[in-house]
């Protein structure tokens, strides 16, 4: 049981050490979101599917979210600078973050078990 | 009546026939000139006949009903045709001599439909039905279809019409539609074919090809039927015979290898069975059932076809069992390597086991008895420290009779608790499952989780079966049970099998009363929409639900991963993927082919009323389509 309090005590201090995300236009976001294929593998409210993971409304903090994009570790493809700016991937992360969250699965009676 | 007498009758018929007066003759006209004399076709056959001086014209029994009597042999229910001028003479055999049942003539729209209307009854029904086709312009239709019943191990029975005999084909369209050697252009993905040259040959090859159709590994094979031989007289004293159908029984494991398999497994501390294209029949997924409970070992079922249980316990397909295993069973399984290597595709194509090191990896797998070089479909070389050549369901019973004679008590202690943390797992997979399904649950488009928890509420409590679709977030949500509930999907990936393969499924379940569900792409339903008239036209009860992303949404993300590449035109991504402008509209489609619609529905909270609507319709016995306008995957 050490070993994940420790991973997550670094993990907790690593997101306060991090820079808040730039402010963004969440509007400008979704249609950078569809514009630039983001939909494709995560959907239009960025809540996941078969292709890519859910990525709202709480997607990573905004410099993992900056470095996967550029960088990606598995198969999503790369954005680059010059498709993407820093801003127009601050206005797509408001654009996560202002997706509402889901009603309570105990509130869904087509999700009962 | 004899031959002599049966060759006189039909002299007379041909002579009054000549005698008829021309009405299309103008009274005025100068009298037209004698026709000269008609030069006798020699064909083979004609050759030998007695020489005739007037013409034959009618005939009772021709070489396609004895054609008929032999399929009648075989058992086939069904015969799936676009019809054809090159077998004209054996439909209309099925339909008169025949009475059109047993086989039921099934008229289609297109070769490909009929052949994967094949594919998904033969998955369902466990035999195959017939085809009918053209063996040049029918079979290039149809190719496609065989494909994908080839590389998804399934059986159908193709018969191509074809004239042989160069000097009997009516000029224009039948030279075109001849052939020198039909199955050529299938012979890479098809197990066998034959071209008989006699009607008993036919005979023994059409025995001969059910026989190695339905024998495990599974596969298409192609007869083909010369037009002569199905049209010529069959004289009453041809002595034919039809031969008697063995079917083998499939291959078991080596008892050896068995024992050394179950060895194995009973040692290991995180044993793993991964089930692809296993249950053959209902007993396999009773015997995998019965060999995961006793070593309470993790599954994870690929979905090939109905394995396991969708909420089993030791259903593990959503968790990461993988890593942790150190024994592996792969039963059925297409691509072994897959399941223990990751693949990343990005510029330079890496790949890394997934495996801990000293995973022993076991493989049984008719797979191992049968292959061919030039279509890659038998996936990347895996080497497998144990590999038993043999059919999995098969070996199934024995493994589990190993398994028990290994069996300790301390062994089963063992079990009981790693079943417990086993269980654990599935049922809080479950639970993610539902968290997952609820993000975006009002968005519109429809998510395709609440689009799959939305059927689910409509069908639950018939004795339904999914008989397409992806099977992602279904698979997830609803409670498969029943060696019936899934078939898994096309084998080949060949876009266009989801709408027949569905049909033909539908049709197999009409006669067992079952609810058959279809869960349709759009992308796929667009290569050959007419299927959905076959099913209005035969009654066929079916509830379709389009996933409709409007794009063909695979290839669309690829096409953007190579923009992304090049960070060029990232915008235009969906340039010649995208199925807008206009958009379609299926409901109008399925309408105008004779099918109860509803739609397009962007609204999630109108799913629910219109599917229920639809339920109704097919529970009545007929086909009902839905159109839901959804999030792309």
Not at chain 1, 5 to 19: C, E, G, H, K, R
Not at chain 2, 400 to 415: N, S, Y
Not at chain 2, 462 to 488: C, M, P
Not at chain 2, 582 to 606: C, F, N, S
Request: charged share 20%; aromatic share 6%; proline share 7%.
């Amino acid at each position: 049981m050490i070993r994940p309090l420790v991973v997550l005590a670094f993990a907790i201090i690593a997101q306060a050490s991090q820079p808040p995300a730039p402010s963004g236009d969440a509007e400008q976001g979704r249609t950078l979101f569809v514009n630039n294929g983001c939909y494709q593998c995560h959907n239009y409210e960025g809540h996941g599917g078969a292709a890519g993971a859910r990525l709202a409304p709480n997607p990573l903090p905004w410099r993992g979210f900056v470095s996967y994009v550029r960088a990606p570790r598995g198969d999503m493809p790369p954005y680059t600078v010059k498709v993407m700016s820093e801003q127009e991937l601050a206005d797509v992360y408001a654009y996560l973050r202002s997706r509402p969250r889901p009603p309570a699965v105990s509130n869904i009676p087509l999700l009962a078990r | 009546m004899n031959r002599r007498g049966f060759l006189k009758r039909a002299s007379l018929a041909g002579a009054a026939a000549i005698a008829a007066p021309d009405v299309g003759v103008d009274a005025q006209a100068p009298a037209p000139r004698a026709p000269a004399p008609a030069t006798p076709i020699m064909s083979a056959s004609a050759e030998t006949a007695v020489l005739l001086d007037t013409e034959v014209l009618t005939a009772d029994r021709t070489g396609s009903d004895f054609m008929v009597d032999v399929l009648k042999s075989l058992g086939f229910d069904y015969i799936c045709a676009n019809p054809g001028s090159s077998f004209r003479g054996i439909h209309e055999s099925v339909i008169n001599y025949g009475g059109n049942k047993s086989p039921e003539l099934i008229t289609c729209c297109h070769e490909e439909s009929s052949v994967a209307m094949g594919h998904g009854y033969a998955k369902v029904e466990g035999k195959p039905l017939g085809v009918f086709a053209h063996g040049t312009v029918g079979l290039q239709h149809a190719a496609m279809a065989i494909y994908n019943a080839w590389c998804d191990r399934v059986p159908v029975y193709v018969m191509l019409g074809n004239q042989l005999d160069a000097t009997l084909r009516r000029p224009g369209a039948e030279w075109a539609h001849s052939v020198q050697d039909a199955a050529a252009m299938v012979r890479d993905f098809s197990k066998w074919d034959d071209a008989p040259m006699s009607l008993q040959h036919f005979a023994e090859s059409a025995v001969r090809a059910y026989k190695i159709a339905v024998t495990p590994p599974m596969a298409p094979v192609v007869l083909v039927l010369n037009s002569e031989m199905q049209e010529r007289p069959l004289g009453v004293d041809v002595k034919l015979a039809i031969p008697r159908l063995a079917v083998p029984a499939p291959p078991q494991g080596d008892s050896g290898a068995v024992a050394e398999v179950a060895r194995l497994l009973v040692a290991a501390e995180h044993p793993v069975i991964v089930a692809d294209r296993v249950a053959r029949t209902p007993a396999g997924m009773k015997h995998l059932i019965e060999l995961a409970e006793t070593l309470q070992a993790a599954v994870i079922d690929q979905g090939g076809r109905m394995n396991f249980p969708s909420r089993h316990p030791l259903n593990q397909s959503q968790a990461r069992a993988i890593a942790d295993a150190d024994v592996i069973l792969a039963l059925e399984v297409n691509d072994i390597w897959g399941v223990v290597n990751s693949f990343r595709d990005q510029l330079t194509r890496t790949s890394r086991p997934t495996t801990k090191p000293g995973m022993k990896l076991v493989s049984v797998t008719t797979g191992d008895l049968y292959v061919k070089s030039n279509y890659q479909d038998f996936q990347r070389f895996a080497e497998v420290d144990l590999a038993i050549a043999a059919d999995a369901e098969a070996t199934l019973p024995s493994l589990i009779e190993a398994v028990r004679r290994a069996l300790t008590p301390d062994g089963k202690r063992r079990f009981e608790s790693r079943g417990a943390k086993l269980a654990e797992a599935s049922s809080a997979a479950l639970d993610r499952s539902r968290l997952e399904a609820s993000y975006a649950w009002d968005a519109s488009p429809v998510s395709t989780a609440r689009l799959c928890a939305e059927i689910w509420g409509q069908i639950k409590d018939e004795d339904w079966a999914l008989v397409n679709g992806t099977g992602g977030w279904a698979r997830r949500l609803w409670n498969f049970e029943k060696s019936y509930q899934w078939i898994g999907s096309s084998g080949g990936a060949g876009v266009g099998y989801g709408a027949p393969a569905a049909v033909g499924a539908a049709l197999a379940h009409k006669r067992h009363g079952r609810f058959a569900v279809n869960i349709q792409t759009d992308g796929d339903l667009m290569y050959a929409p007419g299927v959905l008239w076959t099913a209005a036209h035969h009654r066929i009860p079916l509830l379709s639900v389009m996933h409709n992303n409007r794009a063909y949404h695979q290839e669309l993300m690829h096409v953007q991963k190579m923009c992304n590449r090049h960070s060029r035109g990232i915008d235009r991504g969906r340039i010649g993927s995208e199925i807008v402008d206009p958009p379609i509209d299926y409901a109008k489609v399925a309408q105008g082919l004779g099918v109860h619609a509803e739609g397009p529905i962007t609204d999630p909270r109108e799913v629910g009323p219109a599917i229920a609507r639809a339920v109704a319709v097919v529970k009545r016995g007929e086909p009902a389509l839905v159109d839901v306008v959804s999030q792309p995957r």
